[in-house]
């Protein structure tokens, strides 16, 4: 599982973020072979979020593996971390080659079509530390995301992530800008991410 890079980082020019993006970072060929994998071998779930008082199922599948049994919460939703697995130790690795950064957990997000989709949000809960590093690897189909600062309203970007591609989030973004995959009636197909960050 060789990491090829055939394109330049290209570094996002925005306000009050630390946002980089590898389009390449695996090969489409390796891309399609772990999207496969981790689709069959993955523990998926899908839990119980709650909006405006009612409960709804996640638009997406959640899985979530990591180091020491330490679990992560968000949207009132606590997981508790599978081990790791050869192959998302291997793309660990990779990820962690390249932004020289150590990770403890992956929270994976499956999204089965283009009624899948995670909402506004950001990756600020309080066991990730002040300023979080956030590595987000996708495979599969390509799928928009949204971002857009929290006080400056004509600041906002999106980037289709490509398969094989990394999205760097680090130093003050998560206090300044929120980041959505939004629904989508376009036919896509499915999408796997692993967001790759450090519980302390």
Request: aromatic letters at 10%; a positive charge; hydrophobic letters at 35%.
């Amino acid at each position: 599982m060789n990491s090829l890079f055939q394109s330049e980082p290209i570094i996002l020019n925005l306000p009050d973020a630390e946002i980089i993006y590898y389009p390449t970072l695996f090969d489409k060929k390796v891309s399609d072979s772990i999207f496969n994998q981790l689709k069959n071998e993955i523990p998926w779930q899908q839990d119980e979020i709650q909006v405006y008082g009612k409960i709804h199922p996640q638009p997406r599948l959640t899985a979530l593996f990591g180091n020491d049994g330490k679990p992560y919460s968000y949207s009132n939703i606590k997981m508790q971390p599978h081990p790791w697995s050869l192959n998302l130790r291997k793309i660990k690795a990779i990820v962690e080659s390249v932004t020289d950064t150590h990770f403890t957990t992956v929270l994976l997000n499956y999204y089965r079509d283009g009624k899948d989709s995670n909402g506004w949000h950001a990756d600020n809960e309080r066991e990730l530390g002040e300023n979080p590093i956030i590595a987000s690897v996708s495979f599969g189909a390509q799928r928009v995301f949204q971002l857009k600062h929290n006080t400056l309203i004509d600041q906002k970007k999106n980037i289709v992530l490509e398969n094989g591609s990394l999205l760097i989030m680090k130093g003050p973004t998560q206090h300044f800008w929120k980041h959505q995959i939004p629904k989508t009636s376009k036919p896509t197909g499915p999408r796997i991410n692993l967001t790759f960050r450090i519980i302390k």
